[in-house]
Nanobody, 125 residues
Framework: QVQLVESGGGLVQAGGSLRLSCAASASGRSYSTYDVGWFRQAPGKEREFVAAISRSGGRFYADSVKGRFTISRDSAKNTVYLQMNSLVPEDTAVYHC?????????????????WGQGTQVTVSS
């Protein structure tokens, strides 16, 4: 069982930066053995993949955030980070982190077993 808690969201002007954190408490297996993804959902839109880091350290990004967002993992702190730079209003959404064993389908939200409650990111123009 894994409990995930996101933090770091807020209101920022376009061009600004935020760093989201996804802290985990896991019973049984270590958090570092899970794939961890970030997804976002804007009002009236479907949930979409943002970024993910595999248990082997591979990093994956949506085309819309590539070059602006960076995902990283601090195994000692049981935390995954999403550094978001050059934010644009289209990045406004609730951001959720998720953990699971994705079997190679790391961009697919249905492959994740554990989800956090989400943190709001609002980018003003």
């Amino acid at each position: 069982q894994v409990q995930l808690v996101e933090s770091g969201g807020g209101l920022v002007q376009a061009g600004g930066s935020l760093r989201l954190s996804c802290a985990a408490s896991a019973s049984g297996r270590s958090y570092s053995t899970y794939d961890v993804g970030w997804f976002r959902q804007a009002p009236g839109k479907e949930r979409e993949f943002v970024a993910a880091i595999s248990r082997s350290g591979g990093r994956f990004y949506a085309d819309s955030v590539k070059g602006r967002f960076t995902i990283s993992r601090d195994s000692a702190k049981n935390t995954v980070y999403l550094q978001m730079n050059s934010l644009v209003p289209e990045d406004t959404a609730v951001y959720h982190c998720a953990a699971g064993y994705t079997g190679g389908y790391i961009r697919n939200s249905s492959q994740y077993a554990y989800w956090g409650q989400g943190t709001q990111v609002t980018v003003s123009s």
